[in-house]
């Protein structure tokens, strides 16, 4: 997730944020944003090879942004590595 500011949105790229707008990690990313459209969260699935590690995550992810092609400045970036979540089943009542 990348959290940042826009810089400036014409109203052509406002309305591409609003339809790229959504809650889901995609390949190509959603924005979730303010009611003003100034200030976004950017949410981008990056599949990882075996030896990626969190900057190559950054790099991928970055580039998905800069994709949409709108001027941005990053606040903070956080990267969850899935590979790393342990799944807890819970155990059958008997």
């Known amino acids: 997730m990348i959290r940042g500011k826009f ?3 014409d109203d052509v790229g406002r309305a591409a944020v609003l339809a790229a707008g959504g809650t889901a990690f995609t390949e190509a990313g959603t924005f979730t944003h303010d009611s003003t459209l100034s200030a976004f969260t950017f949410r ?19 580039a998905a942004l800069d994709a949409h092609g709108h001027p941005y400045q ?16 819970k155990g059958r009542r008997g």
């Open 44 to 62: 981008c699935e990056v599949p990882a090879g075996l030896d990626d590690g969190e900057n190559d995550a950054v790099r991928e992810a970055t």
């Open 7 to 9: 810089g400036g949105l």
């Open 74 to 89: 990053v606040l903070h970036v956080e990267v969850t590595d899935m590979r790393q979540i342990k799944i807890r089943r």
